[in-house]
T-cell receptor
Framework: EAGVAQSPRYKIIEKRQSVAFWCNPI?????LYWYQQILGQGPKLLIQ????????DSQLPKDRFSAERLKGVDSTLKIQPAKLEDSAVYLC????????????FGEGSWLTVV | SQQGEEDPQALSIQEGENATMNCSYK?????LQWYRQNSGRGLVHLIL?????REKHSGRLRVTLDTSKKSSSLLITASRAADTASYFC??????????????FGGGTRVLVKP
């Protein structure tokens, strides 16, 4: 079974530039998550989708971050404009259903803002 | 905000020894999950323990859950150099109807010396 796919793996941008990350969840997984992990910390949930609807985006900095999952499968996370403090790993994850299921993570997209 | 807090923050042991790390949380949970993260990699799911379970095993891993104390422990027996990684506990505390959401602690960094 293929895992959660993410791209790009690494990205370096200057502050105020924009960046987009792409995620393809495990086939059949209706729930998709984006987490932000700052070096030395645990992951923090940014946004959760159930199919193509948003379940939770309470910790998403909406002035600069946006995410979509138009067809209920792939998802993109965009940052515009980037700040230095956005340097982190952006982890995409998916699970089969909404409750009590194992959540599977991709390898992450590493962002450095200089 | 962090729900799970791991203890200790770092652990150094010799190969063959057992490693124990603890996780405390604050609110009622549906389940608790443990993940491993090797340096520069994504999170790998280890074990999910539900709120009505007290102990689970998987290979050399043993997880306990004490809901009265709001705590969990992860034991790695007969550790190997390959077990060197960061270990995170994550709690699912959202009401089931709203879908599961994992809140991660800061992790325990384990170094297994050969």
């Amino acid at each position: 079974e293929a895992g959660v796919a993410q791209s790009p793996r690494y990205k370096i941008i200057e502050k105020r530039q924009s960046v987009a990350f792409w995620c393809n969840p495990i086939s059949g997984h209706a729930t998709l998550y984006w987490y932000q992990q700052i070096l030395g910390q645990g992951p923090k949930l940014l946004i959760q989708f159930q199919n193509n609807g948003v379940v939770d985006d309470s910790q998403l900095p909406k002035d600069r971050f946006s995410a979509e999952r138009l067809k209920g499968v792939d998802s993109t996370l965009k940052i515009q404009p980037a700040k230095l403090e956005d340097s982190a790993v952006y982890l995409c994850a998916s699970s089969f259903g909404p409750a009590g299921n194992t959540i599977y993570f991709g390898e992450g997209s590493w962002l450095t803002v200089v | 905000s962090q729900q799970g807090e791991e203890d200790p923050q770092a652990l150094s042991i010799q190969e063959g020894e057992n490693a124990t790390m603890n996780c405390s949380y604050k609110t009622s949970i549906n389940n608790l999950q443990w993940y491993r993260q090797n340096s520069g990699r994504g999170l790998v799911h280890l074990i999910l323990i539900r709120s009505n379970e007290r102990e689970k095993h998987s290979g050399r891993l043993r997880v306990t859950l004490d809901t009265s104390k709001k705590s969990s422990s992860l034991l790695i027996t007969a550790s190997r150099a390959a077990d060197t990684a960061s270990y995170f506990c994550a709690t699912d505390d959202r009401p089931k109807a709203a879908g599961n959401k994992l809140t991660f602690g800061g992790g325990t960094r384990v170094l297994v010396k050969p």
